[in-house]
């Protein structure tokens, strides 16, 4: 089911680009809210009404005990107003179209995952069953690494000049040894085993550290400046490496599959996840 938004026609062809979502979602706008204290994503979808009034029955949601403080402070579209609440909770959202049997509208679902972390699959399946090989279904694997944007301590603002001087958070990988920490007092978050493998200067010291200011002005809540900005440490305080790999196979988005490639040595094998989908009739 589809809502055509634009028309372009000439005098033998017409080219038509079409929304799979209602009007509602994509155009009508909502109000802001004004929070005072921490809700769950329900009070949120009911205060705002973003579903009762664009009659989209909430399906799925793996985050029902979590709870946020996230003022909303400007108007925004049904789907930005989703889409906003899905990332100040940390999730996913999927829409499933329901048909009835004759193929008429039975109704419109929207689903919340916890966000994909490789413990939690988000929207998707993951794909144990499947294995991309070189040669076979994939014809080509380019590894890239970047250190272009990488940073190993991040100072974060929110509403207000928010910080984070009040918490103590101490953060371990699965040897027991500190990944990220922040103490009372202190407005950075750090990541002391990416400082000590990417120094920022020629010479090491004990506060080696890639500083990146990050600013978050819609949130005035300190755990959600927290998470937000921590997020965004865990994203660059590594080399970022990405691989191009051409092929095919029929997946549906956010699955998640392991590709082999042998030419690598040692023998490479990556668990990717599907992001887009192009269909061709």
């Not at 205060?47 to 009659?55: A, E, W």
């Not at 910080?163 to 922040?182: A, C, P, Q, W």
């Not at 865990?234 to 988005?253: R, S």
């Amino acid at each position: 089911m589809f809502s055509i938004m634009k028309t372009e026609e000439n005098d033998d062809t017409i080219v038509v680009y079409a929304e799979n979502l209602t009007l509602g979602l994509l155009n009508a706008t909502l109000e802001p809210i004004d929070v005072t204290q921490s809700q769950n994503l329900v009070w949120y979808l009911d205060q705002s009404g973003v579903l009762k009034y664009n009659d989209v029955q909430l399906g799925i949601n793996e985050i029902p005990d979590l709870t946020r403080s996230i003022k909303i402070e400007s108007e925004q579209t049904s789907l930005a107003r989703l889409l906003s609440l899905a990332k100040n909770f940390g999730a996913e959202i999927e829409f499933v179209t329901e048909l009835n049997r004759e193929g008429t509208l039975k109704s419109l679902v929207v689903n919340f995952y916890k966000k994909f972390d490789g413990v939690n699959q988000g929207v998707g399946t993951n794909r144990q069953d499947l294995i991309l090989e070189f040669g076979k279904n994939i014809s080509e694997v380019k590894r890239t690494v970047d250190k272009t944007e990488l940073f190993t301590m991040i100072t974060p603002k929110g509403k207000d000049g928010l910080t984070i001087t009040s918490l103590d958070r101490t953060e371990y990988d699965e040897n027991g040894n500190i990944k990220f920490f922040t103490k009372p007092g202190q407005s950075s978050i750090y990541a002391p085993q990416s400082a000590q493998r990417y120094p920022s200067k020629l010479i090491r010291t004990n506060a080696d550290y890639i500083n990146h200011f990050y600013t978050a002005d819609g949130t005035s809540d300190i755990n959600t400046l927290y998470s937000l900005s921590r997020n965004d440490l865990e994203k660059h305080c590594l080399p970022a490496i990405t691989y191009d790999i051409i092929g095919f196979y029929d997946l549906e988005i956010g699955d998640t599959v392991r590709i082999l490639d042998t030419k690598f040595d040692p023998p490479l094998m990556i668990s990717a996840r599907s992001a887009d989908q192009g269909i061709s009739f």
